[in-house]
């Protein structure tokens, strides 16, 4: 503890003085030395201290203390729980001691390391179950989280436990960049070869259509089973529909089967697809698997128009070529003479401009109620999208464009996002939006607001306008085509930003209907992920409410089902069932406004993964890889113990220790205040009785 001034000894021996010298004034004088004779020089020394802590503590003097402290080193310990650890040979040890040797491992380096364990798979969570029941393997995801959490703390080192089978995200070996701590592995699962026959991957398009022959893809690998023949099923109900065999002509073969079908009903088809069991066959979970696809009448029908030639239009095709629902068509503006009434959705890049206002372009399909999609760049001539009352009016005295980022708004829900879309929304680059006021007129649904720089505004970036007899949705700056390049940056795929695409223009497709009563709902999901469902109501204004409850009913499969009551939002409803088993789902949702009854049916299938049990035998050279790569080594489980010495007797795993300097008012300590408080109150007193008082 230092005083923080080396003058204020100098600035007390002063207030001593003052204090003294005051005390002095008071007493020394003819009247004050009659009354207190006996204790005069007693009174003058209390009050001569209490004037100069009085008058140093005017001063407001600081103390500075200055801690030294350590900070222990951090071991983070990630272990797989994913479904793959399980199909081990040996998976009676990793369900039922594993876990405890991790645990006892972790406790035994709490002596001289802070640790924290983690398990990792489709998601993070605290501790580690080891119940393996994950269905993807992200490594990835785990170290980005390290990196985000624990980037400023003194790690010592990341240890990952883990049989090296990853299918979601980065590559691991490049998933941490250049880390200052080693990173140690525990090779976990099976690393020698299987005796089995396993479907590794289906390929069949998720939509088709009614009458039109598709095919079905079957991609088969059977190991150690060779001069045995496989035989691959197409069931439907089943039913038997077609049968392929092939002859496995060695220990490690791969074999490729198409099967075609022609679907004659408008509803979702579930197909089965299996193959024979063999002697001795170490998993026979993979030998069976489920199609979901939605059989539909015809393609919906998307016009993209532009003002002129730009990176956007090019993201924006490249995305509805990948689906196969759409019938995508992309003009520029000058060369257009089609009728627009054979479209379902028009999207207009940087339209109505200054050469091309468009009214009766526009005007006819507000007339005939086929949605429009805006993005406004700054070839959008404002005043001229102003007038053709959207809904949102944006008000500019220049051409300024500021860079603003995506915010996703928490409280939209008129359709659902994936956790992976969610998180895809925080690290999306700007687009370059116009400096003005924007001004929503009608009843909005915002999915996004405007950030710029670190401040959120309340300005769309992405919005939805329900008119009466029409519906608009406005992208509200130009550049998503850096969108769809930062998806690939981070993940090798544009998955992300094609599923943006799809939601915001499945959404406005399904309020081309205009009903006052409808539900919105994805048309499949995974079973790893939670069912969220959408609700809107509207009276008969076409205003948007959610006063009267809305009831829904979910039946997997023609089952009895199960009742929900959908929780009211800002100006909807939404309902999250969680994640459901795999099957066809029907759900029927009703409610009631005023006297009249609403109702809303439709389906949606919930998916299997199977990622995890395509695979069986573990990938222990990645595990050396990554050890090696990141100056740490690869262990087994049998080996923590040497893992624990190896940590221990690290030098370089170091506790960082540094200097903590607080500082203190003194006119704060309540000690020097009650010394004040007895000095004046002895004084009273013995005043009082030398009558002075």
């Known amino acids: 503890m230092k005083i923080l001034s080396e003058y204020s000894i100098w600035y007390f ?12 004034i008071l007493y020394f004088n003819k009247k004050e030395k009659a009354y207190h004779k006996k204790s005069f020089f007693l009174l003058f020394s209390i009050r001569g201290i209490y004037l100069s802590l009085i008058a140093f503590l005017l001063l407001s003097p600081f103390i500075r203390t200055e801690n030294k402290i350590s900070e222990k080193p951090l071991i983070i310990i990630g272990a797989d729980n994913s479904e793959s650890i399980k199909l081990a040979s040996d998976s009676a040890f990793y369900i039922n001691d594993f876990p405890k040797q991790l645990k006892q491992f972790a406790e035994s380096l709490k002596d001289k390391f802070d640790v924290k364990l983690f398990s990792f798979g489709g998601k993070i969570e605290n501790d580690f179950k080891g119940n393996y029941i994950d269905k993807t393997t992200d490594f990835s995801d785990f170290f980005k989280y390290v990196t985000e959490i624990y980037g400023n ?13 990853y299918n979601k995200g980065s590559n691991p070996l490049y ?13 976990m699962g099976d690393s020698l070869p299987k005796t089995d026959a ?37 069931s439907k109900n089943n039913k038997v529909l077609q049968i392929k065999e092939f002859k496995i002509n060695s220990n490690k073969h791969f074999q490729s089967e198409t099967f075609w079908f022609t679907p004659d009903k408008a509803e979702i088809q579930h197909l089965q697809i299996s193959i024979n069991k063999f002697d001795k066959e170490f998993n026979l979970a993979n030998n069976n698997r489920d199609i979901f696809v939605n059989v539909i009448e015809n393609k919906k029908k998307i016009l993209l128009l532009y003002n002129s030639p730009h990176p956007d239009i090019s993201a924006l095709k490249q995305s509805f070529d990948m689906f196969e629902t759409y019938d995508f068509e992309e003009f520029p503006v000058d060369n257009f003479n089609k009728n627009i009434n054979q479209y379902d959705l028009v999207v207009l890049h ?37 007038q053709l009352e959207t809904g949102l009016s944006i008000s500019i005295s220049n051409q300024l464009i500021n860079e603003s980022q995506a915010s996703l708004n928490s409280n939209f829900s008129q359709f659902s996002l994936s956790d992976d879309l969610k998180k895809y929304f925080k690290d999306l680059p700007p687009l370059n939006c116009f400096f003005g006021n924007y001004k929503i007129l009608n009843q909005a649904n915002i999915l996004a607001y405007q950030k710029i720089g670190s401040l959120i505004t309340q300005y769309p970036s992405i919005l939805f306008i329900n008119n009466k007899n029409y519906s608009n949705g406005i992208i509200t700056g130009e550049g998503i085509w850096r969108w769809r390049l930062s998806n690939f940056n981070s993940s090798q795929n544009h998955f992300l930003f094609d ?24 048309s499949s999901y995974f079973e790893n992920e939670s069912v969220e469902i959408g609700g809107e109501l509207y009276n008969d204004s076409y ?28 100006k909807a409803y939404n309902l999250n069932v969680g994640s459901l088993p795999v099957g066809i789902y029907s759900y029927k949702a009703n409610t009631k406004l005023g006297d009249k009854n609403y109702d809303y049916t439709s389906k949606f299938i919930v998916n299997a993964v199977n990622i995890e049990t395509e695979q069986n035998t573990a990938d222990h050279n990645l595990m050396f890889q990554l050890a090696t790569k990141n100056s740490g080594k ?18 370089n795993i170091k506790a960082l220790t540094y200097s903590e300097k607080k500082f203190t008012e003194i006119i704060q300590s309540l000690f020097l205040f009650l010394i004040v408080i007895l000095f004046v109150s002895i004084e009273w007193i013995i005043r009082k009785r030398n009558g002075t008082y």
């Not at 009766?360 to 109620?369: D, E, F, P, Y």
């Open 175 to 187: 998933a941490l960049e250049k880390p200052t701590y080693p990173v140690y592995t525990i090779a």
């Open 13 to 24: 021996l002063f207030c001593v003085a003052f204090g003294f010298l005051l005390s002095f």
């Open 499 to 522: 599923e943006l695409i799809d939601k915001v223009v499945q959404y406005m497709l399904s309020d081309k209907t205009k009903t006052k009563f409808k539900i919105v709902t994805n």
């Open 543 to 570: 205003e948007l409410i959610n006063t009267p409850d809305v009831n829904i009913k979910i039946a997997r499969n023609n089952e009895t089902g199960f009742n929900f009551l959908f929780n009211r939002t800002d």
């Open 350 to 386: 940087q339209l109505p401009s200054s050469q091309y206002p468009l009214n009766n372009l526009i005007s006819t399909c507000q007339k005939t109620s086929i949605p429009i999609l805006y993005i406004i760049g700054n070839q959008t001539n404002i005043s001229a999208f102003n």
């Open 634 to 651: 690869m262990f087994y489980p049998n080996q923590l113990n040497i893992l624990l010495t190896t940590l221990k007797e690290n030098n």
């Open 153 to 165: 703390k003194n790690i010592g080192s990341i240890i990952v436990a883990s049989d090296g089978l």
């Open 198 to 234: 396993y479907i590794k991957k289906i390929t069949c398009p998720k939509t088709v259509y009614l009458k039109n022959n598709f095919p079905i893809e079957v991609n088969v690998q059977a190991d150690n089973l060779a001069g045995n023949t496989c035989v691959i099923t197409l």
